[in-house]
């Protein structure tokens, strides 16, 4: 319905308006059912049909259902049996649930993980671990977590800078994933060689960077964001937007115009300075991910190859615009957006645009070249200045092995990356076709040269005869 900005990015790094990929269904707030208004809630999870809503103020999780397009409320965990005893919730940030209906909780009040079974008993309890790479003078203070089809949980903690902390299954702490490497400037560095001890106090320690959040995709990879970088490190350099391996190593593909950090430009002053600064992340199971800017109140979605697709929103009181979004949720194909400080969750819906380009993705993830270039057709007809359009055909038909097609499509929109793969590729086809009329054409230099230096020595020959 256009209540909402949508952008992209052209190959130049201009931003262009775009047909809306979502558009507003619903604003969900909780003083439309039986639960009351939500207060500063923090975390969202969706398990199938079902979404769970971490309502931080209210020391609660609220759970919902989605059927028919209709959201009805279905529970509320407001206190659980520990053991013999009733037991509440202090400032729950996130909430996790299980396909077999066991749910995790981040007490960040409390400073521990409350694990329950499906009737609200405890299954376990985490609090801080006793170990000596966890700092025993700091709080425990658990913020986000997910876990595992092995069971395993991990928690963003505040103030934790060495990854994501990993629990066991039983509890038991295993230690961390997905550390960031240490940034610095290198004359900052010298500095503080030679700076007293007073000097060195008030600088800002030379210290990993803080995840902000984290999302398991459908083949158990761990997508995570950055929240605090050092004020030196420019976003680009940052990776703002990880994907994590078992080993903790970020393997995402960054082979987009620009590495996927938000918006290109921003201004150093005014309300909403500075760069993006991403607060959560959501996948679906076609890999494209979408990262929840607080800094502008927008929605960045990104392809498998690091391509922006589009980004909407902004700040605002309108449909579609946010005051401090802080959870993305991906429903069935709708997208869900927790503003914190309005208590509200924006449903919003994919338009006939959003769906071609999901369906052109999805396409060419399971093989199926030929129908993906025709939606992306479809795409280039609502939207004629899509350049990921114009690369979605041409990785098409690289796949299709239309190797001079292919280059044509991706020189038209700038794709190096893309055109030197399908350079190479019809170079080898080109060689391979012309091989035997190359042999020949060798051979028969080979009998020409040898022919004239024939004709040559037998010149000489008669000359001097």
């Known amino acids: 319905d256009g209540n909402h900005y949508t952008y992209i990015y052209d ?108 009737d609200n008993n405890v299954i376990k309890i985490i609090t801080k671990p006793d170990d000596e790479t966890f700092d025993q003078t700091t709080d425990f203070l658990p913020q986000k977590l997910v ?45 503080k060689m030679v700076a007293s001890k007073e000097q060195r106090s008030q600088m800002e320690l030379f210290v990993p960077t803080e995840y902000s959040n984290l999302c398991l995709d459908s083949e158990g990879f761990i997508y995570a964001t950055i929240g605090k970088t050092g004020e030196d490190v420019a976003p680009q350099n940052s990776q703002p937007i990880r994907k994590l391996n078992a080993k903790g190593t970020d393997i995402l593909v960054r082979n987009g115009y620009e590495e996927p950090y938000g918006d290109l430009r921003w201004t150093e002053s005014g309300e909403m300075k500075g760069a993006s600064k991403f607060v959560d992340i959501a996948c679906l199971d076609n890999d494209v991910y979408y990262a929840l800017d607080n800094t502008r109140g927008r929605v960045f979605a990104y ?45 919003f819906t994919l338009t006939e645009y959003g769906k071609y380009i999901n369906q052109g993705l999805s396409e060419y993830k399971i093989g199926d070249y030929d129908a993906s270039a025709a939606t992306w057709q479809k795409v280039l007809k609502l939207n004629g200045n899509y350049d990921q359009a114009y690369i979605g055909i041409g990785r098409s038909l690289l796949r299709q092995e239309s190797y001079q097609e292919a280059m044509d ?27 035997t009329i190359i042999l020949i054409l060798l051979a028969v230099l080979i009998v020409v040269c040898f022919g004239v230096g024939f004709v040559k020595k037998a010149r000489k020959e008669v000359e001097k005869g």
């Open 11 to 118: 190959c130049w790094g201009y931003d262009r308006e775009s047909p809306d990929a979502y558009s507003v269904t619903r604003i969900i707030t909780g003083s439309d059912y039986q639960c009351g208004n939500f207060k500063e809630p923090q975390g969202m999870y969706v398990n199938g049909t079902d979404l769970y809503i971490a309502d931080t103020g209210n020391n609660r999780i609220v759970k919902m259902s989605y059927l028919n397009d209709t959201i009805t409320q279905t529970g509320l965990v407001t206190e659980f049996n520990n053991g013999d005893k009733k037991d509440t919730l202090s400032g729950p940030q996130d909430v996790f649930v299980s396909d077999e209906g066991d749910m995790y909780i981040a007490d960040t009040g409390n400073k521990r993980i409350v694990h329950l079974d499906k």
């Open 147 to 191: 876990v595992d089809s092995s069971k395993r949980i991990f928690t963003q903690v505040q103030n934790v800078n060495k990854g994501f902390m990993e629990f066991a299954s039983d509890g038991s702490f295993t230690g961390y994933v997905g550390a960031s490497k240490v940034t610095y400037n290198i004359l900052q560095y010298i500095w």
């Open 303 to 347: 392809d498998f190859q690091g391509n922006m697709l589009y980004a909407f929103g902004g700040h605002g009181y309108k449909a579609g615009y946010f005051i401090n979004p802080m959870a993305i949720e991906d429903l069935g194909d709708t997208l869900l957006v927790m503003d914190s400080t309005l208590g509200t969750i924006t449903q």
């Open 409 to 435: 499509y991706f020189e038209l929109k700038l794709d190096s990356t893309n055109y030197s793969k399908a350079y190479k590729l019809y170079r080898k086809e080109w060689f391979e076709n012309n091989i």
